[in-house]
Every structure is written in structure tokens, then in C-alpha cells.
T-cell receptor, first 112, second 114 residues
């Protein structure tokens, strides 16, 4: 079992809709969770981090963390064509400190 | 822009050669991590340097080695290149080496091994 798993997609949503991206992880003793966006041919850029159970909102983005169920999700409201990218989930575990474990990413296409 | 820079942008090498990739961390950051990202995959952790010492290593062979300098910039060296080493190599810097610290990525170096 991989440490971090994501549905690779592709996920397609119409412009203005809500995109929902999910990520599950294997180790209950997890620490920190991060969502990155990666455009084709570019490097990952941080969207947001979340450390505690519950929701965290930043503009059109909401991260949701449920440690008991070992999943973290990202909601993108009012999706725009510029949101079309691959979304990477990253997790750190207590046993390995600051080492980031990434999922394979979910490809999102927002259709105008 | 994250303030993390990498050089070169692209590199083409042949199998068996050696390569050195460079990274300058964001101002004030003392920790640098290196990742390998193959096409269609997520980044895979190679190793991390904290205050000039290796601070964790992923599942990569010893021919992947690194250095961190007093100004916290870093190098990744790969010896005896193999075709499977073709990938995007990402450097990320963070303020410290604790588990809560966000890592900020540089633009990457695209390595092609022929």
C-alpha cells in the first residue's frame, strides 16, 4: 500500500462548478497535510496546508481533514479554466519528520 | 515566485555519465529537500539537508549524493546515470526541518538521459 493515494482522474468539471479532490494516507500517526497545484511542465506551487481536523478555507479553496478516516480533500468553488492542472496531495508522518510523501496527483480539467 | 532557484533548467546526458544539479534556497531557509518526479508521477523524496548535514534519505541508491553549503544552497550529484534517471528534479526549501514546515519548490531541472 502506498503511503499517499489519489485518484489520478482525469476529473472534468464545467466552469463555475465545485471540484472535489480526495487523498487518503496509510499512517495514522500523520502530522501535516499540503495541497499543491502543478501546471504541465512546471513545478508544484503551494495552495494550502492543514494540520487539524476540520475545514480550512482560503478564497475559493477549502481543505478538509479527517484523521480518523485518514483522508484529506480539497474543494475548489467556482472552478475556472485556469484551475486546470494536476493537484498533488503531500503528507508528513511523525516517523519521518519533514519528508513529504506525495500522491500521484489528480488531473483536473475545467471546461469553459 | 518562491525565491528558490535551480540550475540548469534542462540537461541532456548519456548513460554512465555524471551530473550535478544546483539549488539556491529561499532567503532565511536552512533546509533543502530534493525530489525526483518521473512523468505522470508525484515527486519522490531523495534526501534532505539541514544545516549542512543529511537529514533523511529516501529509497535511492548511493550514486545519488548531495551537499549543502554554509549559505544553505545545495547540490545533487548523480553518478553512473541510467535511462530511468530521466525525470524532473525538484529542489524545495523550508524554514526549518520540522514536520509542519511548508516546502517551497524551485522551477526544477529537467534531466534527459540518452
Amino acid at each position: 500500500q502506498k503511503e499517499v493515494e489519489q485518484n489520478s482522474g482525469p476529473l472534468s468539471v464545467p466552469e463555475g462548478a465545485i471540484a472535489s479532490l480526495n487523498c487518503t494516507y496509510s499512517d495514522r500517526v500523520s502530522q501535516s497535510f499540503f495541497w499543491y497545484r502543478q501546471y504541465s511542465g512546471k513545478s508544484p506551487e503551494l495552495i494550502m496546508s492543514i494540520y487539524s481536523n476540520g475545514d480550512k478555507e482560503d478564497g475559493r479553496f477549502t481543505a478538509q481533514l479527517n484523521k480518523a478516516s485518514q483522508y484529506v480533500s480539497l474543494l475548489i468553488r467556482d472552478s475556472q479554466p485556469s484551475d486546470s492542472a494536476t493537484y498533488l496531495c503531500a503528507v508528513t508522518f511523525r516517523r519521518t519528520g519533514n519528508q513529504f510523501y506525495f500522491g500521484t496527483g489528480t488531473s483536473l480539467t475545467v471546461i469553459p | 515566485e518562491t525565491g528558490v532557484t535551480q540550475s540548469p533548467t534542462h540537461l541532456i546526458k548519456t548513460r554512465g555519465q555524471q551530473v550535478t544539479l544546483r539549488c539556491s534556497s529561499q532567503s532565511g531557509h536552512n533546509t533543502v529537500s530534493w525530489y525526483q518526479q518521473a512523468l505522470g508521477q508525484g515527486p519522490q523524496f531523495i534526501f534532505q539537508y539541514y544545516r549542512e548535514e543529511e537529514n533523511g534519505r529516501g529509497n535511492f541508491p548511493p550514486r545519488f549524493s548531495g551537499l549543502q553549503f554554509p549559505n544553505y544552497s545545495s547540490e545533487l550529484n548523480v553518478n553512473a546515470l541510467e535511462l530511468d534517471d530521466s525525470a524532473l528534479y525538484l529542489c524545495a526549501s523550508s524554514l526549518r526541518a520540522t514536520h509542519t514546515d511548508t516546502q517551497y519548490f524551485g522551477p526544477g531541472t529537467r534531466l534527459t538521459v540518452l
